[in-house]
């Protein structure tokens, strides 16, 4: 058991500004209150700039409280705050009864991603302020967007699992309304039902792993659990492990819940740069590592996590490679980039660090890329098929330039921050196993080729956009949040300088000594980056060397079919579970109809039928009753005598 | 005492009583076969209250000379009512309430 190693959770009460934690929720609560309360047509003047506000606040806050953190010894980097009650069971009578109290937990993990979600909102927000500028309701859209936030800082914020819950369905609401934002389309809101309902089948996960969390330790705190974990069997924390897993999975889209993703790119932009790429999709990755004192104690499940990253980074990298519609690649991308994450969680003590550490740059980068495509989408009036883009540099330098950081970044140029996370995720994976190690490097190469086939589809190549469609730049609005994430993505990497990341995250996943890789890290680095190579220069020859058609060729080989129809995942999904659940239905549409109604509908009749009978005893002649009467008293009378006489 | 006699005549009497009340026609008839019925009881159990020498069966004889005075009353209007409205006492005629 590695259960010393693991550092316990165990807060201490906070002072001075960790006593306005609380705040940092609250701001983008009272913005999506104000606005919805009020609605879309008296907050039309202010809200977008109530919206950034409330955020900005939640930012600043978040930072000074980041540098009171790292002002205070690295042992007591825990504050906790009481709240209130939550709810309580517990009474005279009922001494084993739950208490759940709504706590904050703040501590290096969760400080990490307050400034990822307050600052990479807050730029979004900014970003939307430009992007739905001409939209009826960009009120109601700020109000989403204010709710999301807030919803994602009470997910990282709580300190037990039900408040994590809380947050966890808060993102989901928000993405589903954000996803369906345009519902007037059917086809988003068909993708809005799609995202709820997959994602419904990760929170049967969540809900079976804090019941089970209660069944057996009584209680759902983190401190608590943490303390008594190796008071459980290695049963329940595996099954408390695979129970957590299948929420990340709905959440964060690995395989096999991985589908809803894809679709989830019928909403506006800024939202898939924020939700579907930064932050919410990134909470399944925090849900491990929070819980990583359940996963250490639990080889099965550790190993599942691995093998749900490893075969999602691959399975989203093939999809990236075959999608025309732009955000449709880069969703992909981000699927295979959280595999990355995954895999790097379900590493252990040696892997968190790099999780984080990648969920950060790639929250930077990934949101660049977003926020650039939107800004593609804007300039050609919200086409997203790249067959239509081509030889946008010219025309949109500013989009290009910060477009390119993100794509230099991502696929793991030396320098960029992409490059510094990713090598030490491949690096971490091939100590622990080369052929997890292989995979994630032919993971990088496949990368390296999707991007660059998407950078040169949109900006490169030849025209081959229609007449009358004018390519201009965005407004400063949006050139200027584009600009703040580009320098982020280039500069990420001065996150691990000094292995400063490993050292401010140690006192929540613990510390471990560093494993030499089997070949010398400088050399994998250097192989990495020649498959890297590799991966750009196909796509160079493949794509940049040729005409690009407008339309998708049909002829195409299996592997490239199987990957625009998404892997046959929705296929699968609808063979497996939708047409035996339509078929079960029909079944007890059937029965209903042929059994159910008709007993129902026979007795009704049967009794209709006796009463007809029936009445005809009311004949209304007096004598009649009075004979009745009389035989009924002789009746009685007779009855009364056989009992007596007997 | 022998009750025996007594209560023989009552006997009869309820039987004279709970025909006439099935076999009559006439309202007024069927009322007086009614008041035999309630008369023959009220012999019966004066002669049980002799038999047992208390006063139980004359005091509930009494209640019931009480409530055959009260239906007198109620039942007699009733039948004026009806052979006003309809020209006729025969209980067969009075037969609205039915299916």
């Known amino acids: 058991m590695l259960t010393s190693d693991i550092p316990v959770v165990h807060p201490a009460a906070g002072t001075g500004i960790f006593d306005l934690l609380w705040l940092i929720i609250a701001l983008p609560a009272i913005g999506a209150t104000i606005i919805l309360v009020l609605g879309n047509e008296r907050t039309k003047s202010y809200a977008h700039w109530l919206g950034v506000g409330t955020v900005a606040g939640s930012f600043l806050l978040s930072l000074i409280a980041f540098f009171s953190l790292a002002g205070i010894d690295e042992h007591e980097r825990q504050v906790g705050q009481h709240l209130w009650t939550w709810f309580e069971t517990q009474s005279s009578t009922n001494p084993g009864g739950l208490t759940v109290d709504f706590g904050i937990l703040y501590d290096p993990l969760s400080a990490l991603f307050l400034l990822l ?42 300190d037990n699992y039900l408040g994590v819950f809380l947050g966890w369905e808060g993102v989901g ?151 025309d519609d732009i955000k449709k690649a880069l969703a992909g991308s981000t699927m295979s980039q959280i595999g990355y994450m995954m895999l790097a969680a379900g590493l252990g003590v040696a892997g968190y660090a790099f999780a984080i550490f990648h969920l950060l740059t790639h929250g930077f980068f990934k949101a660049n890329m977003f926020l650039g495509a939107g800004s593609v989408m804007h300039a050609m009036d919200d086409d997203v098929d790249m067959r239509h883009y081509g030889a946008l540099q010219k025309l949109l330098p500013v989009t290009f330039l910060t477009f390119a950081m993100g794509y230099l970044s991502i696929i793991g140029f030396p320098g960029f921050s992409g490059f510094w996370s990713k090598d030490k995720i491949i690096e971490a994976a091939f100590t622990e196993n080369t052929v997890v190690g292989i995979a ?179 004949n209304g002649f007096v004598r009649t009753y009075a004979l009745s009467i009389l035989g009924g008293a002789a009746l009685v009378v007779l009855a009364l005598l056989a009992v007596n006489l007997s | 005492m022998e009750a025996g006699p007594f209560i023989v005549l009552s006997a009869i009497l309820f039987t004279i009583g709970a025909t006439g009340v099935l076999v009559r026609r006439n309202a007024i008839v069927v009322f007086m076969c009614v008041e035999l019925m309630l008369n023959a009881c009220n012999l019966a159990l004066v002669t049980f209250a002799r038999v047992h020498g208390n006063l139980d069966g004359q005091v509930a004889a009494f209640f019931v000379m009480v409530v055959a005075a009260a239906e007198v009353v109620v039942g007699l209007a009733i039948i004026m009512t009806i052979f006003r409205t309809r020209r006729s006492a025969s209980v067969d005629d009075a037969s609205l309430l039915r299916f």
């Open chain 1, 173 to 323: 609401l928000a993405s589903y309304l954000l996803i369906g934002f345009w519902q007037h389309k059917t086809s988003a809101a068909v993708a809005a039902k799609k995202a709820f309902v997959v994602n419904r089948v990760g929170d049967i996960g969540m809900a079976l792993g804090t019941m089970l969390l209660i069944a057996t330790f009584g209680s759902v705190s983190f401190d608590y659990v943490s303390e008594h974990i190796g008071e459980a069997s290695d049963t329940t924390v595996t099954l408390l492990g695979l129970a957590f897993l299948l929420a990340a999975c709905g959440k964060s889209a690995q395989v096999p819940l991985q589908s809803w993703l894809l679709d989830a790119m019928e909403g506006p932009t800024p939202v898939s740069a924020l939700i579907h790429a930064a932050t919410m999709v990134t909470a399944g990755v925090y849900l491990v590592t929070r819980s990583n004192f359940i996963y250490e104690n639990s080889q099965p499940a550790q190993t599942a996590v691995v093998i749900v990253g490893v075969v999602t980074l691959l399975w989203g990298a093939v999809i990236g490679c075959a999608k």
């Open chain 1, 440 to 618: 994630a490097m032919a993971g990088a190469g496949i990368t390296a080729f999707y991007m660059t086939r998407l950078m040169l589809m949109t900006f490169f190549t030849k025209k081959r956009w229609e007449e009358g469609v004018h390519p201009h730049e965005s407004p400063w609005v949006m050139t200027g949040p584009l600009i703040a994430l580009a320098a982020l993505s280039v500069l990420g990497g001065f996150l691990l300088l000094g292995d400063w990341i490993v050292e401010w995250l140690s006192p929540v996943v613990g510390h471990v000594e560093h494993h030499e890789p089997p070949i010398p890290a400088l050399a994998l680095t250097a192989i990495i980056v020649a498959v890297v190579a590799v991966g750009v220069a196909i796509a160079w020859f493949t794509i940049g060397k040729q005409e690009v058609p407008r339309e998708a060729p049909q002829n195409v080989s299996f592997v490239t079919r199987a990957a625009r129809a998404d892997l046959y995942g929705d296929a699968l999904n609808e063979a497996v579970l939708m047409r035996p659940g339509d078929r079960l239905v029909e079944g007890l549409i059937v029965l209903d109809d042929n059994v159910i109604d008709v007993f129902v509908d026979g007795t009704a009749l049967a009794s209709g039928g006796v009463s007809l009978g029936l009445r005809r005893l009311q």
């Open chain 1, 117 to 158: 979600i307050t600052g990479v909102g807050g730029i979004i927000h900014v970003y939307s302020v430009g992007y739905m500028e001409h939209d009826e309701r960009r009120p109601r859209f700020f109000a989403y967007l204010n709710l999301f936030v807030a919803a994602m800082l009470t997910l990282v914020l709580a």
